[in-house]
């Protein structure tokens, strides 16, 4: 089982990044798949989550209108699109998959947001 996040780095206020997590070893399809961050000194929270079926959950005020998530089960691959980036959005973002009592998690992607 592998998740691998890519597409984070630095970006200046207000730009975007779009990250994706590409996963393999499982029935991708059949998973529940999450974006958590984590900043430093911070615990990590739920940014976006996507059912199996496309249900999206977990908009914080904070993320609302300028975060989304989408998934390509035939790419096996949930994407999170970050727009309006704001320096409090500087953490390492996680994916998760979750089925069940199963969860796989990712190794993170840096991302800050910085002048």
């Known amino acids: 089982v592998q998740l691998v996040e890519s597409g984070g780095g630095l970006v200046q206020p207000g730009g975007s990044l779009r990250l994706s997590c590409s996963a393999s070893?499982?029935?991708?399809?059949?998973?529940?798949m999450s974006w958590y961050r984590q900043a430093p000194g911070k615990e990590r929270e739920l940014v976006l989550g996507?059912?199996?079926?496309?249900?999206?959950?977990g908009y914080l005020d904070s993320m609302k209108g300028r975060f989304t998530i989408s998934r390509d089960n035939a790419k096996n691959t949930v994407y999170l699109q970050m727009n309006s980036l704001k320096p409090e959005d500087t953490a390492v973002y996680y994916c998760?998959?979750?089925?069940?009592?199963?969860?796989?998690w990712g190794q993170g992607t840096q991302v800050t947001v910085s002048s």
């Open positions: 998760k998959a979750r089925f069940r009592q199963l969860e796989y």
């Open positions: 070893g499982f029935t991708f399809s059949a998973y529940r």
């Open positions: 996507i059912s199996t079926t496309g249900d999206i959950t």
